[in-house]
């Protein structure tokens, strides 16, 4: 048993002293096949730029869209064209919002505008598009966009008011709004995606009432995901919603709102509840 212990020792240093030998023999071949690969997604890169990224027009509903430059017929731009995508609604209706789309986390990922063009830059494969909804429906309301309230990393914060410019198809009379309870909303999408624009179906219905003022509020993305270092926290997230409300509260004559009489929702996202009054 001895003996026998003895050589399934020297076997086993045997077969290690193998495996380390080969293992140092292959490093240089692993990372020459590293550098292979990395120049092949180099060489593709640039083969993809000079050729151009593919754009698609995307199927639309009440309305279109034209495009400056306009589209060549291989359907590419040469890369970093940019692009100013025009929303044209049909008669009756009015621009929704103008979008280009990628893939993302959970399929296509929107980057919309709610006005009637969009300067898109195209530096990889995208969709290009419109959404248009019915005059009736937005008429009566009115929507200041893009209300700069921070910048603390490197995206611009900004919100959306929406408030009501009539009541049952009868005018205000000229007279300014005053003193509205207002909802702000804080936009889903796990504090990582979207932005306040995706929110504006629910505001339309809090303002077309002619009682309430709405305000649409974006927030820097958790993590890396806006590019910021160090990384953004959660902490950092409810600063900038606290900004936000703090920001209303003190811009809320001006949007025809009562400062005392806010209250705040927020779909999905962690938050119970989803309504707090403040």
């Given at each position: 048993?001895?003996?026998?212990?003895?050589?399934?020792?020297?076997?086993?240093?045997?077969?290690?002293?193998?495996?380390?030998?080969?293992?140092?023999?292959?490093?240089?071949?692993?990372?020459?096949?590293?550098?292979?690969?990395?120049?092949?997604?180099?060489?593709?890169?640039?083969?993809?730029?000079?050729?151009?990224?593919?754009?698609?027009?995307?199927?639309?509903?009440?309305?279109?869209?034209?495009?400056?430059?306009?589209?060549?017929?291989?359907?590419r731009y040469?890369?970093?064209?940019?692009?100013?995508?025009?929303?044209?609604?049909?008669?009756?209706?009015?621009?929704?919002?103008?979008?280009?789309?990628?893939?993302?986390?959970?399929?296509?990922?929107?980057?919309?505008?709610?006005?009637?063009?969009?300067?898109?830059?195209?530096?990889?494969?995208?969709?290009?598009?419109?959404?248009?909804?019915?005059?009736?429906?937005?008429?009566?309301?009115?929507?200041?966009?893009?209300?700069?309230?921070?910048?603390?990393?490197?995206?611009?914060?900004?919100?959306?008011?929406?408030?009501?410019?009539?009541?049952?198809?009868?005018?205000?009379?000229?007279?300014?709004?005053s003193g509205?309870?207002?909802?702000?909303?804080?936009?889903?999408?796990?504090?990582?995606?979207?932005?306040?624009?995706?929110?504006?179906?629910?505001?339309?219905?809090?303002?077309?009432?002619g009682k309430?003022?709405?305000?649409?509020?974006?927030?820097?993305?958790?993590?890396?995901?806006?590019?910021?270092?160090?990384?953004?926290?959660?902490?950092?997230?409810?600063?900038?919603?606290?900004?936000?409300?703090?920001?209303?509260?003190?811009?809320?004559?001006?949007?025809?709102?009562?400062?005392?009489?806010?209250?705040?929702?927020?779909?999905?996202?962690?938050?119970?509840?989803?309504?707090?009054?403040?």
């Amino acid at each position: 048993m001895k003996c026998s212990f003895s050589i399934f020792f020297a076997m086993l240093v045997g077969a290690l002293t193998l495996g380390a030998d080969t293992g140092a023999a292959d490093a240089p071949t692993t990372q020459e096949s590293l550098a292979d690969e990395a120049g092949n997604r180099d060489s593709q890169q640039v083969e993809t730029e000079e050729k151009g990224f593919v754009v698609v027009v995307d199927a639309m509903e009440d309305g279109k869209i034209v495009l400056d430059p306009p589209l060549p017929e291989d359907g590419r731009y040469p890369a970093g064209t940019k692009v100013i995508v025009n929303g044209i609604p049909d008669e009756g209706y009015e621009v929704d919002s103008v979008y280009y789309s990628v893939p993302g986390r959970w399929g296509a990922m929107y980057h919309e505008s709610l006005e009637g063009a969009f300067s898109v830059t195209i530096d990889q494969d995208k969709n290009l598009g419109a959404s248009f909804i019915e005059r009736g429906k937005v008429e009566s309301i009115d929507v200041i966009h893009n209300v700069a309230y921070a910048k603390p990393g490197n995206k611009q914060l900004k919100y959306d008011v929406y408030r009501p410019v009539a009541v049952s198809g009868k005018p205000l009379s000229g007279k300014p709004l005053s003193g509205l309870p207002m909802v702000i909303i804080i936009h889903g999408g796990g504090w990582s995606t979207n932005d306040e624009d995706i929110m504006r179906g629910l505001a339309r219905e809090l303002v077309k009432t002619g009682k309430l003022v709405a305000c649409s509020v974006d927030y820097r993305w958790i993590g890396e995901g806006d590019g910021d270092q160090p990384v953004t926290t959660m902490a950092n997230l409810i600063e900038d919603v606290f900004g936000a409300i703090l920001h209303v509260r003190e811009h809320a004559d001006e949007y025809g709102g009562d400062p005392n009489r806010i209250g705040v929702t927020r779909p999905g996202g962690g938050i119970c509840p989803h309504r707090r009054r403040l």
